[in-house]
């Protein structure tokens, strides 16, 4: 048995972990028949509320503009989806630092059972979209008389 060194520079070690997950959400959305997942280069940070009422998700999109939200619904996901847009550099302007995430973003959930997709608004105000999805009116199992004969 030979030993090798393990070099975290040399063309072996070229492993993206982003990419490898991209590949397995693709696949998981295929397998389930959802379609593929989609991935974005950010991801904002959201709550989740639920009432009697609704399900309520706040997403913190700060400096995102409306035009460039997008909520949709399909086949019981909600997905969230847009694009915060970079700064660019200008004459007598220089960035020392940019911490946050900029390009585009998706953030998908799938909804419950009760939740209505007939019945979603959505506002945006002050950097954070509240999604609004109602819930269904719970049925009452029906008790039906079966004659024996």
Known sequence: MRLVRWDPIGP???WDGFRELEEMAEGLGELTGRGPIRAGDWSPAVDIEETDQEFLIKAELPEVKREDIEVSIQDG???IEGERKLEME???RTFHRVERSYGR???SFAL???ADAAKVRADFKEGVLRVRVAKRAPTKAKSVQVKVA
């Open 12 to 14: 072996m070690s070229r």
């Open 77 to 79: 996901v909600l997905a």
């Open 90 to 92: 200008q004459k007598g």
């Open 105 to 107: 973003f998706v953030r």
């Open 112 to 114: 419950p059972e009760d």
